[in-house]
């Protein structure tokens, strides 16, 4: 059983940046293919960006490609989310999430974590 804790969101101005962590706790996260969603109120939840067990390989959603980056460090069992150029339509609770694979549908997670806002303010 995976156990996923979300931290680093806050509030921030349109362009700035910040970096949310999501730390694992019970079996290694080198497990598992992992990703990271969000969740803006009035629409659905939404893919954000995922990366495989190595950390070699990385896909991200055409709205964030070019301002976010994923990355993990095994050794810390951590996941991270760099978000740059931040907009306001960046504003939503963002989960990370761990799967089998390296896959974009949030069917496909099994664990999740508890999420994290993150405000963009125009």
């Known amino acids: 059983q995976v156990q996923l804790v979300e931290s680093g969101g806050g509030l921030v101005q349109a362009g700035g940046s910040l970096s949310l962590s999501c730390a694992a706790s019970g079996p290694t996260l080198s497990r598992y293919g992992l990703g990271w969603f969000r969740h803006a109120p009035g629409k659905e939840r939404e893919f954000v960006a995922t990366?495989?067990?190595?950390?070699?390989?990385?896909y991200y959603a055409d709205s964030v490609e070019g301002r976010f980056t994923i990355s993990r460090d095994n050794t810390e069992n951590t996941v991270f989310l760099q978000m740059n150029s931040l907009k306001p339509e960046d504003t939503a609770v963002y989960y990370c999430?761990?799967?089998?694979?390296?896959?974009?549908?949030?069917?496909?997670?099994?664990?999740w974590g508890q999420g994290t806002q993150v405000t963009v303010s125009s």
């Open positions: 990366i495989n067990r190595s950390g070699g390989y990385t």
């Open positions: 999430a761990a799967s089998r694979g390296v896959v974009t549908r949030s069917i496909d997670y099994g664990y």
